[in-house]
């Protein structure tokens, strides 16, 4: 099941719905929206996943894909801090059919089994999809909870070798452990695939090896050199390359549908690291059923991303709306005479004189 469309409102806040591809690349001016956007993503995984209480007032909506069916799923929550009460209104459509509806303190939801119409009453704070989740009777429950349970990541410019060292967690969006534990668990034709891979990019690497010395760490070896590089002295470049490339190397190893969202892609990397490793995971992600959500304002990244993977945010005020090949199908194609870099899609005036 993939992610399609998300739309977010609060009190002061405004998400108008933007379209995601198998893979695709957020990019906005500062202070559109652009972190705030996975933010969104990250707090409803952990709601579905019951990793997070619902302690905030606000409403999502969002669509997915799968080979026979849309699902639509939209989430209204309502919290008073002064009594520390929840409000929740819920409501899943398939197609254009109903499935459940939540009003408050009661739920209506059709048996996918029997095809009648069943009633529930669920706590509070908890969701429909919480209380009524059960693989045979309701396997489209199943499927969203999967999709929340199989999606990861983390802000790209906040790894870094002094966070790997103090054992902290990499703004992993789920907590699926460590880079060495990850790593430790990679065949050895996985982990050669990602020394390969990072020879692409541009670190020449001829080995890694995991030392465990009080906490585990990930040491490597430069290739034609010999020379070992303790993980405290691996620059910044390389470190999060190496990270998300065992990320990666990981969710395909996994071997099933998986959704990643990293924010800042590419944040620190040269230009010929930073497009060889945006060619590569978006290429990576295409070719295993990996959806791929990153956000970005680096120049390198944005040339080397078919513009039909993006999503141009715009602010006004407190709302932000995408631009992207769906919703302006012209403004794109049109694009393609102008001779202009995709960068310039982004930097210049086009958008503005042409929407």
Known sequence: MRL?????????????????????????????GKTRTLEVLHRLYEIITQKREIR??????????????????????RFDNITNSVLISERMTVGQALFFERKEDVFIIKNELTKEVENGYPPPNKLVIHVARDIKKYPLIEHLVKWAEQSFGFRFGSVSPRYFLENNEFSFLSEIGHLPALLQSLTNASRHQIINDLSIIGFPVEKLEIVQSGLPIINLTEKNIGIKILAGDISQGMFRSLAILIFIEYLISKKSTATIIIDDLCEGLDYERATKLGRLLFDKCLA???QLIATSNDMFLMDVVDLKYWNVLQRNGQVVAAINAKNHP??????????????????????AQNL
């Open 56 to 77: 905030e007032s606000g409403e999502w909506d969002i669509n997915f894909l799968n080979e026979d069916y849309t699902l639509n799923y939209n989430i209204k929550t």
């Open 288 to 290: 295993n059923r990996i």
């Open 330 to 351: 012209a403004l794109f194609e049109d694009f393609k005479f102008t001779g202009l870099s995709n960068f310039d899609f982004f930097a210049s005036d086009y958008i």
């Open 4 to 32: 399609t469309g998300l739309s977010y409102k609060t009190a002061n806040w405004e998400l108008n719905e933007i379209e995601f591809e198998d893979v695709s690349l957020i990019v906005g001016k500062n202070a559109t």
